[in-house]
């Protein structure tokens, strides 16, 4: 039994491919009118096929071959009551049926190039010319002698297939190259939806989607259904596909959440056992951080004043004092003056000083032509240095 890694590394399997006997289908090359549409070629196509067969298309299988640009179309029908009912329901599970010497079509051959393929009915030449679709295909049967097994039968058939051969090879004028193929080619696995590629020998033809359509025999009704039907599963497929992976990423997201809080409880486990020690370390270096400060960090409140004097001109400093809360950066400054208009301008003044961080002007009065008022000031840290000693 193969492994699962070794069926991933094989790739998906090869389309299933119906493969019909050439004999019970005729050809017809079928001109196309030059610059000509899809859609106007489709009906010239069909109307040719019907002006060629003894029937109409409602009871053919036919398909055809045609590239825009080209001249002409291969066409190829056969009567639907030439197939077996039970062949006909077994159709239903393939995803694409056609003669043996269609699944050449898609090969990149040169032109007055002949490919004889070989069947266990008989011989099928397919002649390509200047155009890229080929300009004929002819089947000739084996005799009925070739069956047997005798030496001697063995030896008239292999003489009737080098005879069979180059009579088709002489059927088709201009023939410069011959390619013969002993079985006909194989579907191959393919990575792209709705492609399909054969492979006979060093031959290999390659039948995009796009042509796979008009190739395929079956009833075109029955066929647009089916495909249609088929999209809509790959539909429904794709959607399945897309809920089993939502439900994978929300159940991989559960276990990272669950794995998360496990996470979680363990970290608050630890963090818990380590608070007292962080607490106690935590108290140290607000201990060391306060002697420091205590050691290199001290109120310069005549220093302040220095500066805040050197800006008062006819003002009248009375009294500096300072404030335990307010830290060892702001100074209050009771001051008069006779002049209140000074006040601002004492104020802008000190502002503009690059120590000075904030000045605030507190219960300003005016009683006798005098006014009264409190300064605050606050030094930017590290501003202010202490004086050198005498």
């Not at 492994?3 to 017809?28: E, I, N």
């Not at 009912?85 to 056609?98: F, K, R």
């Not at 393929?117 to 295909?137: I, Y």
């Not at 951080?289 to 290199?296: K, W």
Request: glycine residues 6%; proline residues 7%; contains cysteine.
């Amino acid at each position: 039994m193969a492994s699962f890694l070794s069926t991933l590394r094989a790739g998906p399997p090869p389309p299933k491919v119906a493969l019909l006997p050439d004999g019970l289908f005729f050809t017809r090359p079928v001109a196309v009118t030059a610059g000509a549409t899809p859609a106007e070629a489709v009906s010239q196509i069909e109307l040719a096929l019907e002006a060629v067969s003894p029937f109409p298309l409602t009871q053919l299988y036919y398909g055809y071959h045609w590239q825009p640009g080209s001249a002409h179309a291969l066409v190829y029908a056969a009567y639907r009551r030439r197939f077996t009912t039970d062949q006909t329901a077994s159709w239903a599970d393939t995803d694409l049926v056609l003669p043996a010497f269609a699944t050449l079509l898609g090969a990149r051959i040169e032109p007055a190039t002949t490919v004889v393929l070989a069947s266990a009915e008989g011989l099928t030449a397919v002649h390509w010319g200047p155009d890229e679709v080929p300009g004929g295909v002819l089947f000739r049967p084996f005799p009925s002698s070739a069956a047997e097994e005798s030496e001697a039968s063995m030896a008239q058939s292999s003489a009737d297939r080098e005879r069979l051969r180059d009579e088709l090879v002489r059927s088709f004028e201009g023939s410069r190259r011959v390619i013969e193929l002993d079985a006909p080619p194989a579907a191959q696995p393919t990575h792209r939806d709705r492609d399909y590629t054969f492979r006979s020998g060093e031959l290999t033809s390659r039948l995009p989607a796009t042509v796979t359509t008009a190739l395929d025999v079956r009833d075109k009704g029955d066929l647009a259904a089916l495909r249609g039907a088929r999209q809509r599963d790959v539909v429904l497929w794709r959607i399945t596909l897309g809920c089993a992976a939502a439900f994978l990423l929300l159940a991989v997201g559960e276990l990272a959440l669950q794995g998360g809080r496990q996470w979680q409880k363990v970290r608050g486990l630890k963090q818990r056992s380590q608070q007292p020690t962080v607490e106690k370390i935590m108290a140290s270096q607000s201990l060391a951080y306060r002697i420091d400060e205590l050691a290199t960090k001290r109120l310069l409140p005549f220093e302040m004043i220095v500066i805040i004097s050197g800006k008062k001109g006819d003002i009248q400093l009375t009294r500096a004092y300072t404030k335990k809360e307010k830290g060892l950066y702001t100074i209050f400054v009771d001051a008069k003056t006779n002049n209140a208009a000074q006040i601002p301008v004492f104020k802008t003044a000190l502002k503009q000083l690059p120590e000075c961080d904030n000045v605030e002007s507190i219960d300003e009065r005016i009683r006798n032509e005098t006014a009264t008022f409190t300064l605050i000031v606050t030094f930017k840290p590290d501003a202010v240095k202490p004086s050198s000693p005498i």
